[in-house]
């Protein structure tokens, strides 16, 4: 049978960019269809604008620490309205270099939605067209909880542009964008609540980076609400009320700010796709209880095996709407394992063993491998040794401030091998990426051991753990 295409992608993110280039660069005429901008959330709303904003909030802390080294004091105030308009000028632009790059592959960029049809066609910008294989990156989407008053809460998604900085801004979360925001805000002067509902943020980190980064939070000034739970977000005179629960207390509690940021997660987004109609199976739906996206169950995915095939042998999923590891080098990574695969006479597997991530929290915290909890679930306690060094960095010995630097790493007693890295402080993305090297190598405590450190360095404590 003839198609229309060799390859159809639905969402023009990272999985989808990367997958669309690789297998146009085998030959096959692809199509790639978006209905927002180009560059999914990693450029428009995630990865990029996100680091811009964490650069611009660490400015106060350094006119801060150059007056222990001499320099006089820097009285300086933020101009909200340059800040997010230089971010988005710089989103924009990413997004027409990724256009660019697809016109340069020689990939059909259809800025419309996508959805299926059946196993082999697509319904596009009004019409139907056909492939011979479909790979559906669409990424996923903020989640709210099923709330009174969440229409006047904020997702990760409007916080780039709020046309005035909150004064007070509260935030609610635990995870890894929760976090980040409330540093970013703090960092730009805003003052700032973070409620969780349980006792500690990070959840699935070692425990090591999420006390070291909740305990550095609290001591800059962050607010931090435990064990608390939101009941409902009204409008009034002074701006956005609040009301919340407390464990163990009987009557409800009100807070009243100038922004409510919701950032409890994200999941697939998988509504209007018509993956029904092309028999695409899901799974991890059967939770009723948990809010929606678009009709499904936030918990939900693209069901894949091993090579990113779904149900159907000719569609194909990567990314975040597989809610297998939800990172952008790992979009990319399956996206061109895919591409490899079906069209470069390669076939290969995308391994989700050791990927290395990083919070830009301040302090920063990076990771890879197993945390020390996930290594003596698997080994026992007496299988593990854990090497570790807490200390305040040498950049801070004339700043006069109380930060402190964590180095940790996770070890198999039996084998010596390095089966985990963690690091809080600056620079720890940096630093775990080299690391994350040696880590994937297989290296052993040995191989750290024999390592000669670069003096005077933080990454130098990782070769000097004892």
Known sequence: MTYDYDLFVIGAGSGGL???????????KVAIAESDLVGGTCVIRG???????VYASKFPHLYEDAVGYGWSKVESSLNWQHLITSVDKEVNRLSQLHIGYLEKNGVELIKSRASLVDPHTVEVDGRKVTADKILIAVGGEAVK????????????????HLQEQPKHIVIIGAGYIAVEFACIMHGLGSQVSLMLRGDRILKGFDDDIRNNIQDAMTQ???KIFCNTQGKEIQQVSEGLKLTYSEKDKDADSPITADAVLVAIGRAPNLGRLGLENAG?????????????LHGYSVSCAISVDEYSRTSQPNI???GDCTNRINLTPVAIGEGRAFADTEFGNNPRKFSHENVASAVFTQPEAATVGLSEAEAKAKLGEDGVQIYRARFRP?????????????????VDKNTDRVLGAHMVGEYSAEVIQGVAIAVNMGATKKDFDATVGIHPSTAEEFVTLR
Not at 47 to 53: A, R
Not at 280 to 292: A, F, G, Q
Not at 396 to 410: F, I, R
Request: contains cysteine; hydrophobic residues 40%.
């Open 47 to 53: 990865c990029i604008p996100k680091k811009l904003m």
């Open 18 to 28: 990367a997958a669309s280039k690789r297998a146009a660069s085998y030959g096959a």
């Open 220 to 222: 800059h000034g962050i």
């Open 394 to 410: 040498m950049y801070h010995s004339l700043t006069g401030a109380d930060e402190k630097t964590l180095v940790k790493l996770v």
């Open 280 to 292: 695409v199976k899901v799974v991890n739906c059967e939770d009723e209880d948990l809010p929606r």
């Open 145 to 160: 909880p099923d709330l009174p008053g969440m229409e006047y809460a904020i997702t990760s998604r409007e916080i780039f």
């Open 316 to 318: 194909f999923a990567v």
